[in-house]
């Protein structure tokens, strides 16, 4: 048993050298989005990216980027701060929120609306939601750099209307109300 040899046909091994030249694309694609996104950050609001390329489930990646400095995350839990992040479909071209953090809840909220009444604190991507913003959803890009600016929109989007909420930087907690409930 020791010696035995696996035969490949050419079928199989065209087959997997396709699969090697699809997961380099996907690999370059997503080392351009991360190019462009790192050194789009130093004029826009978001302090940090975080990303780097998976292979275990390699058609979906995750890129997330930060408003806050390592130093200003809460309790120093990177969980803990104000960011989104964005789940890319390589192989169908489609990016979408994934997660994102959190702000605690404005006094006049929990005054004004009565479902906030219990709670402590609304994702960031909720205050965009309430305050009439439009939050992304699946969206279809063409290649790398579209990735990167529809990334970038998207966070200024939400960032806008939390920036206005919480009344600037470090984003702790909402200073008046929202306008919906």
Known sequence: MANSKVNISEWEKSLLAKNVNILNDWKNEFAESM???QSASNNITYKAVYGSFQ???PWS??????ALDKEDWPNGIKDNSVFVTFKIDLASKKVEIHSSGHVWIS???K???AKDRY????SITEIAK?????????STYKDAKDLAKRIIKAFEDIMEQVIDYTEGYPYKEGKKALKTA
């Open 35 to 37: 190019n462009f996104l």
């Open 55 to 57: 292979t275990f489930c």
């Open 61 to 66: 990646q995750f890129i997330t980027l930060d």
């Open 107 to 109: 006094k006049q909220d």
């Open 111 to 113: 005054e004004l609306y």
């Open 119 to 122: 709670l402590a604190m609304h």
């Open 130 to 138: 309430r305050n009439g913003s439009k939050v992304m959803r699946k």
